[in-house]
């Protein structure tokens, strides 16, 4: 019984923790898992600045020489430089023929022949249609024959007279015979004029029977064929003739450009281009010949008149045009590329390159812009480094790695068109930002 006892009091301490162990057992859980929580953060930060150290001690070569350089900025640059620079002032037009016509037959008739080829350059006088010369070549000779029976009868009467004229002086006729003779010889004499003219008339006919080209120029289309009967009163024609060298090309200006047109005009000949519409191609140079004596109120211009040679045909009529009209050339100016200004709140400026690689702001003013050129009043000088391509990127004082735009230039038209970037060589800003 007494060792009963002892065995139940030696057996109730190994029982009671499971007792107490039910209250305290959370209470060590909870530093675990932050422990571990803390401990998986830690990790994940350290391999990412593992990585991220790696990366930038195994980055590309041209990285580690922009950080090195104090993360200079590649840039293209151009000098400032003293050109003479081209003034054009910029219009659309037409080209216009200088003559226009549309041939037709002087004389009624059967249209025997055509002897030219549709669009056949031809030559002034050169013969274009034949008409049936018969009824012309007999009425010539009718005339002809009337001239010959006229002149013998002139002749005779030119005698009579003569002979009258002694009679009288014998008194053996009276005065009124002989003022009738000499009135008949008059009268013959009369009919020999009009005789030939009939005679010139129907030479005239003759000829106009042969229809030829009143100008140098180009045939169109054919407007009626041979066998159908054509008459002087027509409306119509047999083919219309256009003169194509040289050619005129009509075109339009703002009214403002007058004053300078027409001083630059009256001291000298203006040059003028003019381009295809679509593709900009050049296809003439000519000169200005006039500009019209009245501006168009509707649309407050003034039109212009230019000649062009045009011997290879590549002006055609009613084509339309641009037209560039050279109003000077202004010598020796200060000119940048035009990409090469910018804009600010202080105005336009250029970022000058000095000899430590650094760039300054420079504002300048701008005279004129022609083109892909900007003439510069002041604010740059001749010989300045100036940045013309990478601006974007670049701030007063920063770094730069110029290259010069003439040797980037092979790398821009090799292969495929290179889109526009502000930084030439492709790398990557801090942060990841392409520049």
């Keep these: 019984m007494q060792a009963s006892h002892e065995r139940q009091r030696t057996e109730t301490p190994e029982s009671s923790p499971p007792v107490a162990s039910k209250g305290r057992a959370p209470r060590p859980a909870l530093p675990i898992f932050v422990v571990l929580v803390i401990g998986v953060i830690g990790g994940v930060l350290w391999f990412r600045h593992s990585a991220s150290s790696h990366a930038s001690a195994t980055g590309p070569a041209g990285a580690g020489s922009a950080s090195a350089e104090g993360r200079a900025t590649p ?60 009824p012309f070549i007999i009425a010539l000779h009718q005339a002809q024959a009337a001239l010959a029976r006229d002149t013998a009868q002139s002749k005779n009467a030119a005698l009579n007279l003569g002979r009258y004229t002694n009679l009288r002086t014998q008194n053996l006729i009276p005065q009124q015979q002989v003022d009738d003779q000499q009135n008949t010889a008059d009268q013959a004499t009369a009919s020999i ?52 060298d040289p050619m005129a090309v ?100 250029v970022y000058v390159v000095g000899a430590d690689k650094k760039v300054t702001v420079a504002n300048v003013k701008v005279a004129d812009t022609q083109d892909d050129k900007i003439i510069l009043a002041s604010g740059a000088s001749e010989g300045d480094s100036i940045v013309i391509e990478g601006q974007s990127q ?29 930084n030439p060589s492709g790398e990557s800003a801090p942060g990841g930002a392409t520049r």
Excluded: C
């Design 75 to 134: 840039v293209i640059v151009a000098p400032v430089q003293r050109t003479d620079v081209p003034v054009f002032l910029e219009g659309l037009g037409n080209a216009t023929p200088l003559a226009t016509v549309t041939v037709r037959s002087q004389v009624d008739g059967r249209l025997d022949k055509v002897n030219f080829r549709e669009g056949q350059t031809v030559k002034k006088g050169e013969s274009l249609a034949q008409i049936d010369q018969r």
């Design 193 to 244: 004029a009009a005789d030939a003219a009939a005679v010139d008339n129907a030479r005239l006919q003759l000829d106009y029977a042969q229809i030829r080209s009143p100008l140098d120029g180009v045939t169109g289309v054919r407007l009626i064929d041979p066998g159908n009967i054509v008459h002087a009163s027509d409306p119509g024609g047999i083919v219309v003739v256009t003169q194509l």
């Design 394 to 422: 670049l701030r007063p004082g920063a770094k730069v790695i110029p290259r010069a735009a003439d040797a980037a230039k092979p790398a821009s038209t090799s292969g495929a068109p290179r889109k526009h970037s502000d």
């Design 250 to 349: 009509l075109f339009t200006l703002p009214e403002g450009d007058l004053p300078k047109v027409s001083k630059e005009l009256a001291a000298g000949p203006l040059t003028v281009e003019a381009y295809t519409r679509d593709e900009g191609m050049r296809v003439g140079v000519g000169k200005l010949q006039l500009i019209d004596n009245e501006v168009n109120q509707a649309t407050a211009t003034i039109r212009l008149k230019a000649i062009f040679p045009n011997p290879d045909k590549v002006l055609w009529p009613n084509a339309f045009l641009k037209i560039r009209l050279l109003l000077e050339t202004r010598k020796g100016v200060l000119a940048v590329p035009a990409q090469a200004v910018q804009h600010g709140p202080d105005g336009p400026f």
